[in-house]
C-alpha cells in the first residue's frame, strides 16, 4: 500500500547501481535520487550529492538506468534538488531554478512522477515579501512541471540550522499558513508538498493535522523524527538557532507520533512512497554506522507498512 524507500543522500559514497542493489538487498522498494548538478560546490550537509546526473540523459543512459531499475525491482520515488532558487543573488538563484527545471525534465524522460526540491528564501526579506517573491518566480517552474506531467513536492524544512541561514532560514515553505498562500498563488495541482512531520515538532506545531488539511497535495512523504530538549530551549528560546535545542533522529528515537501519523495517512487514502531521510549525526561515524541508521529505521518502520 505504502512504498518505502529511503533518500539516497545517505549513500554519497555509493554509485547509482550500488544504491538500487543496497536497497534490493534490504527490502526497499523505492529510492529517492538526489540530482545535483555535477558542478555543484554547496558543502552543506547532505548536499551536492548526484547520484544521477540529468544533463547527461542520452537515450543509452535512460535505457541503462531503466534496466537498472527494472534488475533491482525497485523503482525511484522521486528526483531530489535542494536549493535554494529566490537566493537574492540572481546569478545564483538563476543557476538554481534551471537546474530544477532540467531535473524536471529528466524526471518526465525517466517516467519519474515526482520532483522534491525547497521553494527557496531571500533572508533578508520577510513572509510576505517573500510570497511576492515567489508569486513572480514560481510559476515558470510549475509550468515546466505540468509541460512534462511531473509533481513537484515541496518540502517544509525552514533551512535554518546554521548561522549564515538567519534568522529566518532559507526555505519559505515553513507552515500551513504559507503553504496556503503558495497554493492560492499558485493553484496548479503540480505544486505540492514533500511533507516531513519532524520539521513541525520543533517549530511548536502539530505534526498530523497538515495530513488531512492538506491530502490533496501530498505528493511525497519524508519520514525523519526530531527529539526536542526542553531544558536547552527553556536556556535558549525559539529565537535561537534551532538546533540549539533540537536534534534530528532515526524515526522512532524522537518526539513524532507515528501512530498517529501513519494513522492519518490511511485515513485521506495517501499511496505514494514513504522515504527514510536519515541526518541523525548519532549514526555518521562509518559506513557502517549509516547503514545500520536506515535499516534501523526500516525495522522500526515496519510496524506500520505490513
Given at each position: ?23 534490493s ?11 545535483w ?11 551536492g550529492?548526484?547520484?544521477l546526473?540529468?544533463s ?5 543512459k ?16 522521486a528526483?531530489g534538488y535542494?536549493?535554494?532558487p ?19 525534465r ?5 517516467g519519474v512522477?515526482v520532483v522534491?526540491t525547497?521553494?527557496?528564501r531571500?533572508?533578508?526579506?520577510n ?6 517573491l ?12 505540468e ?10 524544512c525552514?533551512?535554518f ?5 538567519w534568522p529566518?532560514?532559507k526555505?519559505l ?6 503553504w496556503?498562500?503558495m497554493?492560492?498563488l499558485?493553484?496548479s495541482?503540480?505544486l505540492?508538498?514533500?511533507y ?14 497538515p495530513?488531512?488539511?492538506f491530502?490533496d497535495?501530498l505528493h ?19 529565537m ?7 536534534s534530528?533522529?532515526l524515526p522512532g528515537?524522537?518526539?513524532v507520533?507515528w501512530?498517529?501519523?501513519?494513522a ?5 487514502r ?28 526500516r ?8
Amino acid at each position: 500500500m505504502l512504498k518505502l524507500g529511503f533518500v539516497s543522500a545517505i549513500l554519497a559514497d555509493f554509485g547509482f547501481e550500488h544504491v538500487l542493489n543496497f536497497a534490493s538487498e534490504h527490502g526497499f522498494s523505492c529510492v529517492e535520487v538526489m540530482c545535483w548538478p555535477t558542478n555543484n560546490s554547496d558543502s552543506r550537509r547532505y548536499a551536492g550529492v548526484t547520484h544521477l546526473d540529468v544533463s547527461s540523459l542520452t537515450p543509452q543512459k535512460i535505457a541503462d538506468v531503466k534496466y537498472q531499475l527494472r534488475s533491482a525491482g525497485v523503482s525511484i520515488s522521486a528526483l531530489g534538488y535542494y536549493p535554494n532558487p529566490l537566493d537574492p543573488d540572481q546569478e545564483k538563484a538563476e543557476f538554481y531554478i534551471e537546474h530544477i527545471k532540467e531535473v524536471i525534465r529528466g524526471a518526465a524522460k525517466l517516467g519519474v512522477p515526482v520532483v522534491n526540491t525547497f521553494v527557496g528564501r531571500d533572508t533578508s526579506k520577510n513572509i510576505t515579501d517573500n510570497l511576492a517573491l515567489f508569486a513572480d518566480v514560481w510559476p515558470g517552474i510549475v509550468k515546466v512541471a505540468e509541460e512534462n506531467n511531473v509533481k513537484i513536492g515541496i518540502e517544509n524544512c525552514p533551512m535554518f540550522f546554521t548561522n549564515d541561514e538567519w534568522p529566518g532560514g532559507k526555505n519559505l515553505a515553513i507552515s500551513p499558513s504559507v503553504w496556503n498562500r503558495m497554493f492560492e498563488l499558485i493553484p496548479s495541482r503540480a505544486l505540492g508538498l514533500n511533507y516531513d512531520p519532524s520539521h513541525m515538532i520543533w517549530q511548536m506545531m502539530d505534526e498530523i493535522k497538515p495530513i488531512y488539511q492538506f491530502k490533496d497535495r501530498l505528493h511525497h512523504i519524508h519520514l525523519k523524527d526530531v527529539k526536542l530538549y526542553r531544558d536547552k530551549l527553556d536556556q535558549v528560546g525559539i529565537m535561537a538557532n534551532p538546533l540549539e535545542y533540537h536534534s534530528p533522529k532515526l524515526p522512532g528515537l524522537g518526539d513524532v507520533n507515528w501512530r498517529g501519523f501513519f494513522a492519518a495517512l490511511t485515513d485521506v487514502r495517501y499511496r505514494g512512497p514513504v522515504v527514510i531521510e536519515v541526518e541523525d549525526k548519532a549514526y555518521e561515524g562509518s559506513i557502517t554506522d549509516v547503514k545500520s541508521a536506515i535499516l534501523t529505521s526500516r525495522n522500526y518502520l515496519r510496524q506500520f507498512l505490513g
